[in-house]
């Protein structure tokens, strides 16, 4: 379990009640509807996001318009802060759509810097996420380099649902995939095609490791998953 360190992200402001408060009191609440975009790619970056409720994708259109889905952002996350821990004017590199209807917190760069000039626990655990997704990413570059699309599946699964399996420790009992998603978002995320994500969901499910159904994926058989990848 050790080397999926980097999957763990809880709620930013666990254990940081003051900190909370003081960033709401900074923010302007804001709700996004399913499918709305918060900020398109080459926007400005002048604020981040604190995610109450909801969901939200992270994604880039290429020139031929494929969809790439760089995150899956959940409630208690922060989104659009790597563009904003810079100096300088920054463009975002992103686009972020609302997943779900969303509940959401956003705060202007200058004060998200006086907040974490104030708060030093927060900007530890700010640099911790920072670091965190970055490993991410890079793991995901070697595994579009070096496995193929059955394995980028298992880890997609075991990323989507690792944080549940921590805080429950249930490795030996189902677990449901707590963001929907369908064929055509999975291949967007791990660099593939639907045609080619739906033959390797059938192989998994003929394996008895998952379960798919209109509802989404359960995984059956997560510790079996978590030692493949």
């Known amino acids: 379990m050790e080397h999926h360190w980097h999957l763990c992200e809880r709620d930013l402001f666990s254990g940081l009640a003051v900190e909370k408060q003081d960033f709401i009191a900074h923010a302007v609440k804001r709700y996004a509807p399913v499918n709305t975009f918060i900020f398109f790619q ?3 970056a002048d ?6 409720s909801g969901e939200v994708r992270i994604c880039r259109i290429n020139s031929w318009g494929k969809e790439s889905i760089m995150f899956a952002r959940k409630a208690g996350e922060m989104f659009g802060l790597a563009e904003i821990a810079g100096e300088g004017a ?24 006086l907040l974490m000039a104030r708060h030093p626990a927060l900007a530890k655990r700010v640099m911790g996420v920072l670091g965190r997704r970055l490993r991410y990413l890079c793991e995901q570059m070697e595994n579009l380099m070096l496995c193929d699309v059955t394995t980028r599946l298992l ?11 921590v805080d429950t420790g249930g490795y030996d009992e189902p677990i449901s995939i707590p963001i929907s998603l369908t064929q055509e978002q ?16 059938k192989r ?18 997560p510790y079996d998953i978590l030692a493949r990848v």
């Open 47 to 52: 604020s981040t996001y604190y995610l109450e």
């Open 186 to 201: 999975i291949a967007a995320m791990i660099g593939s095609c639907q045609q080619t994500v739906s033959e390797a969901l």
């Open 204 to 221: 998994l499910e003929t394996q008895k490791m998952i379960q798919v159904s209109r509802k989404g994926i359960t995984v059956l058989k």
């Open 42 to 44: 080459g926007d400005p």
């Open 90 to 113: 920054n463009e975002r590199e992103c686009n972020a759509q609302a997943h779900t209807p969303c509940c959401l917190y956003e705060i202007k760069k200058e004060d998200f810097d």
């Open 155 to 165: 880890k997609l699964l075991t990323y989507l649902n690792y944080q549940r399996l």
